[in-house]
């Protein structure tokens, strides 16, 4: 059975740094990992979705990288800006669609 | 586009009643989603329909669960009888050929079972 996993749970930082946020999967059969992003109250934003084939997407300040074998994705968020405060989920798509439990990130200005 | 429509985004129901929640997907996407999220379990996949076709529904959590998915345009969530336990948020998506592609989620619908 697949188990995803993100550390860390919270993350608080000053405002332009880059950070990392990592995900973990169990069962390394996945066909996709997903990346989204949940703001207070709010559904899911879709930001990155990397094919089992492909190392790492990018998008604007965003990079996501993915290392099956070592059953690992890391999203990486360049010169962190307040309006990147929300919770960041990683799902891993393979017999099923199983979602970690997310990171809170806190841009502080 | 509109996105994907969830209806209604909050409901506050006795305990026994049944609740009744829809969606409608993405114009052009084939596949559904039926997603409840809360505290203790995070996200979870309660069933996904591909062109209309329950292709997994082994996140139903008991035969109090049910939905379906008449046609492309339009998908219900049926919870019957409800107990507080069901209080969450119940997410839809959608997405096009399968569940291999990026998913977009609709705003949710706030369920509350008192």
């Known amino acids: 059975k697949q188990e995803v996993t993100q550390i860390p749970a919270a993350l608080s930082v000053p405002e332009g740094e880059n950070l990392v946020l990592n995900c973990s999967f169990t069962?390394?059969?996945?066909?996709?990992l997903q990346w989204f992003r949940q703001d207070p109250g709010k559904g899911l934003t879709s930001l990155l979705l990397i094919q089992s084939s492909q190392r790492e997407q990018t998008s604007g300040r965003l990079n996501a990288s993915l290392d099956k074998s070592s059953g690992r994705s890391t999203l990486y968020i360049a010169a962190s800006q307040p309006g990147d405060s929300a919770t960041y989920l990683c799902?891993?798509?393979?017999?099923?669609?199983?979602f970690g439990p997310g990171t809170r990130l806190s841009v502080l200005p | 586009d509109a996105g994907v429509i969830q209806s209604p985004r909050h409901e506050v129901t006795e305990m026994g009643q049944e609740v009744t929640l829809r969606c409608k997907p993405i114009s052009g996407h084939n596949s559904l989603f039926w997603y409840r999220q809360t505290m203790m379990r995070g996200l979870e996949l309660l069933i996904y329909f591909n062109n209309n076709v329950p292709i997994d529904d082994s996140g139903m959590p008991e035969d109090r669960f049910s939905a379906k998915m008449p046609n492309a345009s339009f998908s219900t969530l049926k919870i019957q009888p409800s107990e507080p336990r069901d209080s969450a948020v119940y997410f839809c998506?959608?997405?096009?050929?399968?569940?291999?592609?990026?998913?977009?989620f609709g705003p949710g619908t706030r369920l509350t079972v008192t």
């Open positions: 069962d390394s059969a996945i066909y996709n």
């Open positions: 799902a891993a798509r393979g017999q099923n669609f199983v």
């Open positions: 998506a959608s997405s096009f050929g399968g569940a291999v592609y990026e998913q977009y």
